[in-house]
């Protein structure tokens, strides 16, 4: 598995009556929140509504909306992966972006990009983006989510993470970068003083797999 990461002006004045919502006001009011992870009995988890490992996209779709983009993101020397991509999600007036992976197999990414109806350098110019055929739907939506990848709008801080999140089991420190490790609820959490947050989920079983080049 590829390592695959990434809340406040206005909001910043309420944060201290309003830290992400309270917590004794969250529960049954506001769902999807990123901090709001089930473990389930088998040990895999949910969250924004996705049981990772279990959630089709097509399961996606009924549960976020059909606001989003399809695409398969590949590195000059990678297949690439396929990708669900909601540029606008939003959970009260929590907002950011939401990035699903699946795990589809790399004979049928090749399929895909072979019936792309175009290609596309990203920003970094260092990956290309292929826009999907319809012609592919039904297989595209039939694929397992097996991470997702929360980009927050507004800006979290160490005080947010342990109020929100807990304590980590674990810190590592990269560079400017503290990554908060939480392995039983399979989250990663990327804080950067130069950067945006980037807020990671896998399955528990995975989540070593995830983590193991910081760990290095």
Same mark, same amino acid.
């Given at each position: 598995m590829k390592t695959f990461f990434l809340l406040f002006s206005l909001l910043a004045i309420m944060l201290a009556a309003y830290p992400f919502i309270k917590p004794s006001e969250d529960k049954g009011m506001v769902e999807g929140l990123p901090w709001q992870i089930t473990v389930l009995n088998d040990? #895999?988890? $949910?969250?924004?509504? !996705?049981? !990772?490992g279990s959630s089709q996209l097509a399961d996606a779709i009924e549960i976020l909306g059909n606001d989003m983009d399809l695409a398969v993101i590949a590195a000059s020397d990678e297949t690439g992966s396929l990708e669900m991509y909601y540029g606008h999600y939003r959970a009260g007036l929590l907002s950011g972006k939401l990035v699903l992976q699946t795990d589809t197999p790399e004979? =049928?990414?090749k399929s895909l990009r072979e019936h792309a109806? @175009? @290609? $596309?350098y990203m920003a970094s110019g260092q990956a290309k =983006?292929? #826009?999907? @055929?319809t012609d592919d739907l039904p297989l595209i939506l039939e694929q397992r989510i097996t991470g997702l990848t929360f980009i927050p709008t507004v800006n979290l801080d160490e005080a947010v993470i342990l109020a929100r999140f807990e304590e980590p089991e674990q810190r590592v420190q990269s560079g400017d970068v503290v990554h908060y490790l939480y392995p039983d609820k399979g989250l990663h959490i990327a804080l950067s003083e130069h950067a945006k947050e980037v807020l990671q989920y896998v399955a528990p079983e995975h989540f070593q797999q995830l983590v193991q080049p910081l760990l290095k």
């Open positions: 040990g #895999t988890t $949910e969250v924004f509504g !996705i049981h !990772i004979q =049928k990414i109806v @175009s @290609s $596309e =983006k292929y #826009t999907l @055929s």
